[in-house]
């Protein structure tokens, strides 16, 4: 099922949290909502599972389907909240309860269910016992109880360590066959591990949006990498200062220029660094990549806190 958000507008306190999103969701691809804190991506997932009402704009759902638009969509919240005196059985049964799935049938779906998400294993010991990877398990399960076309993740693989991350990042990418999946995430590289599509969110829009490959491409900006001994913010000042230099920003201890024109950044960089005696350590000319497009909205972001 096709998901449509048009216009969508969430104001609180006269403040966007979202501020006029359009997009469509493709069914059977796992799109990726990234953006820093703050960014809008909760209040976006929460209007799209119909948990929030917008301040204007509307989600709209193709083939037809009618009705109350939670029927076909299923929601893992940012902090899950389980039983954890129950087991991963008895909870998912609970849930099926709520959702007025007949008892007999409530048994086969939770046992079906801890079997898809990998932790069938598990199903009789206290949630209390579960690993943070099980824990995000099963909640996708509970997201999952009423077979919804729509499955909608909010941060599900940020608190995790890397193992569990990778079992729920490779878990979701076999959930993509069975429903349309858009999951949340303030880190670039689980992503570009487990998305086909990128929205990427900035003070409450979606500044880029595409296939991965396609965002990539888009962006590619020549790119000079220096590093010197000590503070590299001096330094920064006065390479920004060169109108071939389109932004600059500091990861990792290097120094990224971002330039127009390499040949002559390379030159005048170059001539800068000899002249001066800068002690440098590091010299490279490359291309971006979607991290630095990640950092530039980033900084961005908190440029404008701070002010
Ligand atoms: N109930 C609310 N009342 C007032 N402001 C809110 C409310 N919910 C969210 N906001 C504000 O809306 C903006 C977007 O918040 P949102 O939680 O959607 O961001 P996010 O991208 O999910 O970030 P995070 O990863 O930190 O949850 C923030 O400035 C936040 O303070």
Redesign the pocket.
Known sequence: MMIHLKNLTKI??K?Y??RNITFDLPPGKCTALL??????????LKMIAGLMHPTSGQVELSNGMRGDIRQYIGYLP?HPQFHNWMTGKEFLQYVARLSHIPHLESKKLAERLLERVGIADAKNRKISSYSGGMKQRLGIAQAMIHKPSVLLL??PVSALDPIGRRDVLNLMEELKQEATLLY?T?ILSDAEEASDEILL?HK?SIVESGSLQDVKERHQLDKITLRFEGDMQSYQEKVEAFPFVTHTDIQKKKLHVYVQNVHEARAVLLDLVNKEKWPLLFFEVGQTTLEDLFMKVVNEHAMADHL
């Open positions: 609180f306190d403040e949290a979202v953006g820093p804190n703050g960014a809008g991506k909760t209040t976006t940012q909010d941060e949340s303030h969110m409450g």
